[in-house]
Structure formats: C-alpha cells, structure tokens
C-alpha cells in the first residue's frame, strides 16, 4: 500500500503522559499536514511542512505540541503532558506541490486516535 | 476569518434514493473539495472542483462548483448502504501570498442508508 500510513492507530494514556504520533507520507510527496478532528466537527489544521521546513503553525498548537520532519520524510507530532482536552483524532495528510501550476490534492491517512484519562 | 457551513447535518434515507446535500461559505473559496469520512478512517477525496460553474462527477457522484464561488453541492444518485458515512466540504485557506495552504472543513453531513 503507498498511501499515507500512521503509527500507532489507538493510544490510550493518562494525563500528564508525554505522546508521540509517526506519520509516513505518500513517497516524494514533498508537504505534509497535521490536523486534528474531535467528534461531530471537520478536522482542523494544526501545522505543516514543506519538505523539512514546517512554514505554519496553528493557534491550535499550544507550546506542549511540537512536530518535526528531518529529511523531510516522516513525521513525528509529540504531545507533552496530555490533557484529556487532547482526546482527538490526529490526522496527517501529504501532497505533491510543484511550480507548474499543478493543483494540489492532500490525501490522508487513517489517523491516530488518542484517548486521555 | 474562512468559514464552511454544511447542510443537512445528518441525512436517514432508503437505499435508493437520491441524496443532495451542500455548502456555503461567507467567503470566496477557489478549490472545493469533497470528502467522505468512514468511522475510524480518515477523509477520502471523493470529487475536487477547480473552477466556478464546474460539474464534476464521479460514478453515482456529481458536484458543483457555485457560480458565486461560495458555495458548492454533492448529489448522490440512487443511494447504497456503502455510501454510509460523513460527507466533508472542504477548502483550501488562502495564503498572503495568494498560494493554497491548509484545508478549511466543514462540519460534514452524516449519511444513514436504510436497506
């Protein structure tokens, strides 16, 4: 399958825990995205990258997140913390953005589903 | 700031039946896209609209593109029990400098098949 994979699927953790999300994109797919949905609302954006440079950052990510993409490959969204107002769905997503006026298209992957107790 | 309103919130209807659900935003959006959300799934791109007045569709899927640029509507003809799901518009946020950057989405129309 080469479409956007995450690890882990579930995590289950008690307040104050620390967590870490991995997020492989569709390979050469040079943008990734973190978003975060919780229940009955659309996901909302939380940062991104171009290649390795993250280039926005979301009100939404308060300074106990942070994400990093070395080599501009993988990402990893770390948590530090957790708060049961952290209970979500993380989203990553990845796309192909060239300066040929190609459209871009993210696709997603089956997110991370975080529970904190 | 960049809003997207979904209509209906939640659809229950016979497998079937057509489905027709939209979009609106106060602001100008220049990409609309479609996605379909499973439960425990993320979104799956189901139709992308580049231009205003465009009619796209796919399979049993058609959507618009307002000519207003603010509004857009997915129809689904002759409904399935697989086509249960949560239905997103969705936009791209326009940057300073005019580029796309994140998407904005709406609250999504969740969608009930009654064989």
């Known amino acids: 399958d080469t479409g956007v994979s995450q690890d882990p699927r579930h995590k289950i953790t008690k307040r104050g825990q620390n967590v870490t999300f991995r997020c492989d994109p569709i390979?050469?797919?040079?943008?990734l995205y973190w978003y975060r949905q919780t229940l009955g609302q659309g996901p909302e954006f939380l940062t991104y990258f171009q290649n390795e440079a993250q280039l926005e950052k979301s009100r939404l990510l308060s300074d106990r997140f942070s994400a990093e993409r070395p080599k501009g490959s993988f990402s990893t969204l770390e948590i530090q913390r957790t708060e049961q107002g952290d209970s979500a769905m993380y989203l990553c997503?990845?796309?192909?953005?060239?300066?040929?006026?190609?459209?871009?298209?993210?696709?997603f992957g089956p997110g991370t589903r975080l529970l904190v107790l | 700031g960049q809003q997207l309103n979904q209509s209906p919130q939640s659809m229950f209807i016979q497998e079937g039946e057509d489905v027709s659900m939209n979009c609106t935003s106060s602001s100008i959006f220049n990409t609309w896209l479609w996605y379909k959300q499973e439960p425990g799934e993320g979104p799956v791109l189901l139709i992308a609209?580049?231009?205003?007045?465009e009619l796209t569709s796919n399979g049993r899927l058609t959507a618009q593109f307002g000519i207003t640029r603010k509004d857009s509507f997915l129809n689904i003809s002759a409904s399935i029990p697989s086509d249960v799901g949560i239905y997103f518009c969705?936009?791209?946020?326009?940057?300073?400098?005019?580029?796309?950057?994140?998407?904005?989405f709406g609250k999504g129309t969740k969608l009930s098949v009654k064989p």
């Open positions: 969705a936009g791209p946020r326009l940057n300073y400098g005019g580029s796309q950057g994140n998407l904005i």
């Open positions: 609209l580049y231009k205003a007045g």
């Open positions: 997503a990845s796309s192909l953005v060239g300066s040929g006026g190609h459209h871009e298209t993210q696709y």
């Open positions: 390979s050469e797919h040079n943008r």
